[in-house]
């Protein structure tokens, strides 16, 4: 008889936790069964495992083999599990060393032949295992990755066979190193001076970026509207390596491998309008990450805003305020980050158009059309543009536009002072912080709230002015908001204007 213990993780939405893999080899008929909440997925390890071990050059252990995954009240699945089973038998059936498991944490997914697959939640794992000291065996594509992690002791192998042969001392233990950075994909990016025109979009796009504000860009067909969007990565500054490290995690819990080129490039994620709300936001029967998390630290872009379903948008309104996402299920909870800037583009009307001969809806029509985005909702932009037709001759000309890297420039400058006055940007901060880090004079504040009544505007859209006020005043280096600056952000309200119009 023979009892192993082997250290591993299952992933519970972000979080790996701690799961022991105890197998135990006993006389009797020859058997082989698992046992603590395993999926469907987890079940079918025993051929898995089976080939593997016999493909590596072992003989499969003709016993009764008992694998119990505890702690048993923690659901488990993934492939992620092969390769801890298969060491735990080959441990208990004296094949390997039992002494070296005490320092080390398995994950791979095992192929028949024995080769290590990669399993999602790699980073995950290396976090988890890193923060209790243990080293991370696991495959060559998800050690590359893992390695990253600060402070992550990590062991690559290619098969069992080789990893059984390290265990036994016949080849030599290598800690896997974090390859170095590539050069970034950054600057592959879509420029800003390819972009004729629109210098009021490409102000409202510079202040979104400045801030992390939440930007609607409102125009007809062909004005460039999805164009602008689209370059909004290539002015926002290089992620930090703890941001960066959280991007990567959550790509990897989502079997998505972020490429080392853009390691430190904010994501930018671009959903059709006929995504479900499960898809935009996360969930299912096993919890996974949506869009907004998957956007974390970077910019989700919603095309064609009214098209999708009221309800699907309703549901970001929560995650925009509070920068996360809870999935509740009858046997589990689970949190996902979600810092996300939202960048929405839309035509006025069902017809693309709201004024001009090619006008073909009534105003009817047209509050019908912008009925579909709920008031609330629209209270959660900072920014609304206009993006309109460019003038006649126009398209002909040469660009000659700011490049992107200009931009990126005042960008950045505007956001160190915003980290060094607050420790956070303008568009987290909350109305007590805005009293504190940007205070308004007395004139200043009453000729606020004068603008915000006669425009009918709800109190978030007064703080979410001042917070706009405050970005403008950063890029322009001042240490205080001038009236001018209150001018600026209460000019960028279009979508107010339109609604104004039309019920008039």
């Known amino acids: 008889m023979g009892l192993a213990i082997v250290r591993t993780c299952a992933l519970l939405g972000m979080e790996a936790l701690d799961v022991t893999v105890e197998v135990h080899l006993a006389n009797g008929l020859p058997a082989f069964n698992i046992v603590g909440l395993p999926e469907t997925s987890v079940k079918e390890a025993k051929d898995r495992v089976r080939s593997a071990i016999l493909n590596s050059g072992f003989s499969f252990p003709a016993k009764r083999i008992t694998v119990n995954l505890a702690p048993a009240d923690v659901p488990k699945s993934g492939g992620r599990f092969d390769l801890p089973i298969a060491i735990g038998i080959l441990a208990a059936a004296a094949e390997v060393p039992l002494a070296c498991l005490d320092e080390m944490a398995f994950c791979g997914e095992l192929a028949l032949s024995g080769a290590i697959r990669p399993v999602s939640g790699a980073i995950a794992t290396a976090l988890s295992m890193s923060e209790q000291g243990f080293t991370l065996v696991t495959g060559e594509q998800d050690a590359q990755a893992a390695a990253r992690v600060p402070d992550s002791k990590v062991h690559a192998s290619a098969s069992l066979q080789a990893l059984s042969a390290t265990l036994n001392g016949q080849q030599a233990f290598v800690l896997q190193m974090a390859s170095p950075e590539e050069p970034s994909q950054a600057n592959n990016l ?45 002015i926002l500054p290089r992620l930090t390596e703890q941001q960066a490290i959280e991007v990567a995690a959550i790509a990897s819990v989502s079997s998505q491998q972020r490429e080392l080129g853009q390691w430190y490039v904010p994501p930018f994620r671009s959903p059709h309008h006929s995504a479900s709300m499960v898809a935009l936001v996360g969930g299912g029967s096993n919890p996974r990450p949506g869009e907004i998390t998957l956007a974390h630290q970077g910019v989700l872009f919603l095309d064609e805003l009214p098209e999708f379903s009221r309800a699907t948008l309703d549901a970001l309104r929560q995650p925009l305020e509070s920068g996360e996402v809870h999935i509740s299920r009858a046997a589990l909870q689970v949190r996902f980050p979600a810092q996300f800037q939202l960048i929405a583009a839309m035509n006025p009307s069902p017809c693309g158009y709201y004024q001009g001969q090619q006008l073909r809806s009534n105003p009817d029509q047209i509050l019908k059309y912008l009925g579909k985005l709920s008031g609330p909702f629209l209270d959660r932009f900072d920014l609304s543009v206009e993006v309109t037709a460019l003038p006649q001759g126009t398209l002909s000309k040469h660009a000659t536009g700011e490049s992107s890297e200009q931009i990126k420039q005042r960008v950045s400058r505007a956001r160190q002072l915003q980290m ?22 007395p004139a200043n504040s009453e000729f606020l709230e004068q603008s915000i009544s006669q425009l009918g505007l709800s109190a978030r859209a007064f703080h979410r002015v001042w917070r706009l006020a405050r970005t403008i005043a950063d890029l322009k280096q001042q240490a205080d908001i001038q009236r001018q600056d209150l001018v600026e952000a209460l000019s960028y309200r279009a979508m107010d204007r339109l609604l104004h119009r039309l019920s008039n």
């Open 190 to 234: 879509l420029d800003m001076s390819e972009v004729q025109g629109q210098h009021l979009a490409k102000r409202a796009l510079e202040l979104a970026a400045a801030g992390a504000h939440n930007l609607l860009m409102l125009g007809p067909p062909g004005t460039g509207k999805t164009m602008l969007a689209n370059r909004l990565p290539g």
């Open 420 to 441: 060094c006055r607050a420790g956070k940007l303008n568009s987290q901060l909350s109305g007590k912080e805005l009293h504190r880090d940007a205070e308004l004079n």
